[in-house]
């Protein structure tokens, strides 16, 4: 059968599985089994443990688990409370600086966090029960918090940016750089929009400014400061070659734990231990699905397919930045209905030796397949921040919420677009801290 056939059957076949209710990873093993077993026969099944436990066995997929600790320990506590408050207390003179520092704090405690649920729900729960009181539109409050949370795939350290790096063999430490300042801009065009719009609401007292005394500015920060100091001494630790991303993973994790315990007395057995249970259930899901993503990534190869539509694509005549377009349309649509974990995972192995051979950078190319998986985080049918937001408050109704969200995912196609015109947006930062890539 041309291979090209068989990928498109392939690809069906998974659509129509993973819809099915089955879980991602075992809905790419039974895919993966399945096939070999027709085309190759039984002796190509006696290799699949050795390539399923293989792809687990690397040191760097430590830090995936570490920062996943170190990200349930901050979320447990009331660290994104306090972060807000902080924020609230040193921006209220800034007009708007509700919004802003609601958008601010989901910057901050991604970057602490490293996930975009939890960043909703923790600066949800404070910030828009406190905009709505205030008189900011629904849509304001719900889209800039379930959009604000989608910088935890972002603003490093990011397991997406992680599992990314594994996949394609990539520097985790520039995926990391990358991801800052385009994470800034997204932050920078979300601010710009939600001033906008509650200008635009009619309602000029929003954009008036508070007061806070300094008393009450500088209570607030002995809470914060700490996290804060761990998120900058695990990026030194990384970039000044003090050790790998998995060392300093372990001890960013460590140390949140320990700041979690003293700050805010989680010292309670049965709290440490949801701490660690929902960490390692988490781990494991995402393990999990990157061995059967090698599984996956194996059958696809040894049948031909990935190197069938690579060479099939390197056939075609047209523009570099229209293959670009398809690719994007693509990594929507995949991030509409799949966890971003998945799609990397299954759609590296067939886009990275497509987009390298067409001239793009992979670490720019991680930066707009990252930007495009936000979007599918606040778009429906799946769109799980919507869900959480709507889990907040639910007498914000779906359909608000979603409206709401709709202008931010314009700013994230904007993103897009800018990094497309500027990559140097995405890899200055590398390139000036790491060094040129060879």
């Not at 709401?404 to 196609?413: D, F, I, K, T």
Request: with cysteine; net charge neutral.
């Amino acid at each position: 059968m041309d291979p090209l056939v068989l990928g498109a059957i392939v690809a069906v076949l998974t659509i129509l599985t993973l819809f099915s209710g089955v879980s991602v990873a075992i809905g790419l093993l039974i895919v993966s089994g399945g096939f070999l077993l027709v085309f190759d026969g039984m002796r190509s099944l006696e290799l699949l443990p050795e390539i399923f436990f293989g792809k687990l066995d690397s040191f760097a997929l430590l830090s995936i688990p570490m920062f996943i600790i170190m990200g349930a320990s901050i979320s447990s506590t009331r660290a994104g409370a306090d972060l807000y408050e902080a924020l609230e207390r040193w921006l209220t003179r800034v007009p708007g600086g509700l919004v802003i520092s609601n958008l601010g704090a989901c910057a901050l405690f991604a970057a602490m966090s490293g996930s975009s649920p939890a960043t909703c729900a923790a600066i949800g729960k404070m910030g828009i029960p406190e905009m709505r009181k205030r008189g900011y539109p629904d849509g304001v409050a719900s889209g800039s918090i379930a959009a604000g949370g989608t910088l935890g795939i972002l603003i490093p350290p990011s397991v997406t940016m992680i599992v990314y790096g594994i996949a394609t063999e990539t520097s985790i430490g520039r995926l990391f750089l990358a991801g800052v300042t385009p994470g800034l801009m997204l932050v920078g065009l979300f601010m710009v929009w939600s001033l906008y719009s509650t200008w635009k609401s009619g309602n000029k007292e929003l954009l008036a400014t508070g007061s806070y005394s300094w008393r009450e500015r500088f209570e607030v920060l002995p809470r914060v400061v700490p996290f804060l100091a761990i998120i900058a001494g695990v990026l030194y630790a990384m970039y000044g070659g003090v050790a790998t991303p998995s060392e300093t993973a372990a001890v960013g994790a460590l140390l949140c734990l320990v700041i979690a315990m003293i700050i805010y007395r989680l010292w309670h057995p049965k709290a440490l231990w949801v701490v660690l249970r929902d960490s390692t259930r988490e781990s494991v899901m995402i393990l999990f699905i990157i061995a059967a993503a090698g599984v996956f990534s194996y059958m696809l190869s040894s049948l031909f397919i990935t190197q069938s539509i690579a060479e099939w694509i390197g056939t075609l005549e047209v523009n570099r930045w229209v293959l670009m377009i398809a690719v994007n349309i693509f990594l929507l649509i995949a991030g509409f209905f799949l966890p971003p974990v998945a799609v990397i995972l299954m759609s590296a192995p067939i886009l990275l030796p497509i987009i390298t051979a067409a001239g793009f950078d992979p670490i720019w190319f991680a930066v707009v397949l990252t930007i495009n998986m936000e979007i599918g985080l606040i778009s429906p049918p799946v769109g799980l921040n919507l869900y959480v937001i709507n889990g907040i408050a639910p007498d914000i109704s779906l359909k608000t919420i979603l409206l709401g969200s709709l202008p931010y995912v314009a700013c994230m196609v904007i993103a897009i677009i800018l990094l497309c015109v500027f990559p140097s947006i995405a890899t200055w930062l590398p390139n000036m801290v790491m060094g040129d890539r060879v």
